[in-house]
């Protein structure tokens, strides 16, 4: 942007590294003003220069706000001495609390508070910048998300999308990072915003025929797309002129060798129960919890998906949840979720992590979890 001699310079990133752009681009001599609320706008359209910061969800905003009337508003004081406003009354019936007013919605006349439509902040920055800086881009590749609508309403003569996997799984993921990118049906991306994204599939898409005899004829049945890449190599001509492939060592940090210690520690008694207890008593539990015409064998197949994931997982490490079976309290033998008191959340594998994570500590290094 520096180098462009650009004026206007908006930077979009998601809401946890506005502190790490903001130092990053101290290094470069360059102040970050971050855009912090609604009444920045006129502040931004009218300055004329600058670079300028605003994670994802503040420039997507909120479609509606709520509109209360004035005349009815009331004040309270609440504990901490703080003066407090609420709608009393409504407007209309001049019903009470009890009366059936909930503050938003009258139940005795009828009456609901009037909602407006209000404005995404993208609405008023469509053309304010002449470079715009999008980091984590994969988070615009949804045609229907409010937040890649919102930054695909940006213009500006300079666009740089910043990702570390454009593609995250299938190759359509890429096709509005590439849109917003190069241009809607421009030379650098012949494909138009409306119908684009079937003609884009057709070119690169790979896809399984649900049925074999569409394989060999001409007609057009069940296919399902697979998470690969036909015609890689005219891909990448379309990429080459416009994205810049950047790795760990081109930028002079050597990676950190990464070593990894397996360590496993013995089930307690109580875990190595719950774990016997929902291995046997799966099938009847997922029958008694649910509305299925499943036979046997398909509660079966249930059982590895649901019941030797996250029932297991939860076993393992919140063996005093309410959800897993224990000693059954007065009354309550016939149920699959009876009570859990006396039990603790500690298991053997918690405390041996919390000492693991102690010692770490202790010699000065970090710990993430």
Known sequence: ???????????????????????????????????????????????KSGFFLIHYELLKGSRRQDVYVPEYQQSTVNEDGDEESFNALCPKCKAMRHDGWSGKSCSKCGYHVWLKRVKGMYAHFKHTFDTIIVDEGVKIKS?????????????AKNRLLLSGSPIKGWVVDAYFLLHWTLGNASPRFPYHYEGGTEKFLDDFGVFEYVAAEF???????????????????LLWKLFAPSIVRRQKVDAGISLVAKNVHRIKVSFTVDQKANYDWWIANFQEWYKSSHVTDLDDDGI??????????????????????RLLPGKASPGMED?????????SNYTEKTLFFLTKVKEIVD??????V
Not at 363 to 368: A, K, N, P, S, T
Request: proline share 3%; charged share 30%.
């Open 143 to 155: 045609k229907y998300s409010l937040q890649g609508k919102a930054v695909r309403a940006l213009h």
């Open 215 to 233: 394989r060999k004829s001409l007609s057009r049945g069940k296919k399902k797309l697979l998470p690969e890449i036909g015609n890689l190599h």
């Open 335 to 343: 149920s699959f979720f009876p009570d859990r008191k006396g039990k």
């Open 300 to 321: 079966a197949m249930k059982e590895m998906i649901l019941g030797l994931l996250w029932k297991l997982r939860l076993t393992a490490t919140v063996p005093a949840s």
């Open 1 to 47: 942007a520096k180098l462009r001699r650009a004026k206007k310079t908006l930077i979009v990133c998601p809401q946890d590294l506005k502190r790490q752009w903001i130092q990053e681009a101290k290094t470069l001599s360059i102040d970050l003003i971050e855009i912090q609320k609604r009444g920045d706008i006129r502040m931004i359209q009218k300055a």
């Open 363 to 368: 010699r000065g290094e970090q710990v993430v």
